[in-house]
């Protein structure tokens, strides 16, 4: 196996194994965005498959003697020779120490990025709460009870009515 490809297949195969699908369409909302996301996995699942199969075998080995009967040993002696004097050049990676350290920055910030969406998340979600079981009560709550649960109105309406001021 070659080289490179080896190493793009061994990246894949790594990349696959990291990448945590099931979280991820856990935090998904929409239809579209879960159909998006099924082709995304389909389509890495497919390049995946695809390296994995191509890049991790060995090719066959020529059978000289096989085309030596059908062809003559003269051209097929000259085809092994160009054969064997091809050198293919080994990769030499020179982009990954790059952009590593700019990697690693963007997987920090997207560590920071996540607690702080999970916190706002979390906040959301008790607002939504709390906005829900006031919906349930409001038909049959006083405004007292109202104004407990919002100081800041019953100080704005306090100040408002203690200033003359009705709104017009």
């Known amino acids: 196996m070659s ?3 080896k190493k793009v297949a061994d990246v894949a195969f790594k990349a696959s194994k990291t ?3 099931d979280g991820m369409a856990k935090m998904i909302v929409s239809d579209e965005a879960r159909k998006e996301f099924s082709s995304l996995r389909r389509a890495f699942d497919e ?3 695809a390296l994995q199969t191509k890049f991790s075998q060995e090719p066959e ?4 003697e096989y085309y030596r009967k059908g062809l003559g040993s003269r051209i097929v002696d000259s085809y092994k020779e160009y054969y ?3 050198e293919i050049p080994k990769f030499v ?22 607690q702080k ?3 706002e998340s979390e906040r959301l979600e008790k607002e939504i709460a709390d906005v829900q079981e006031l919906k349930k009560k409001l038909s049959t709550m006083t405004a007292d ?3 407990e649960k919002r100081p800041d109105l019953k100080k704005k309406f306090d100040d408002e009515i203690r200033n003359d001021y009705w709104g017009y």
């Open 93 to 114: 990676d020179k982009t990954t120490p790059e952009y590593q350290p700019k990697f690693d920055a963007l997987l920090v910030e997207l560590k920071e990025a996540e």
């Open 3 to 5: 080289g490179v490809g």
């Open 117 to 119: 969406s999970l916190k």
């Open 19 to 21: 990448i945590d699908w």
């Open 145 to 147: 009870e109202y104004f």
């Open 61 to 64: 080995p020529i059978d000289w």
């Open 84 to 86: 064997d004097s091809v």
């Open 47 to 49: 390049v995946n498959s």
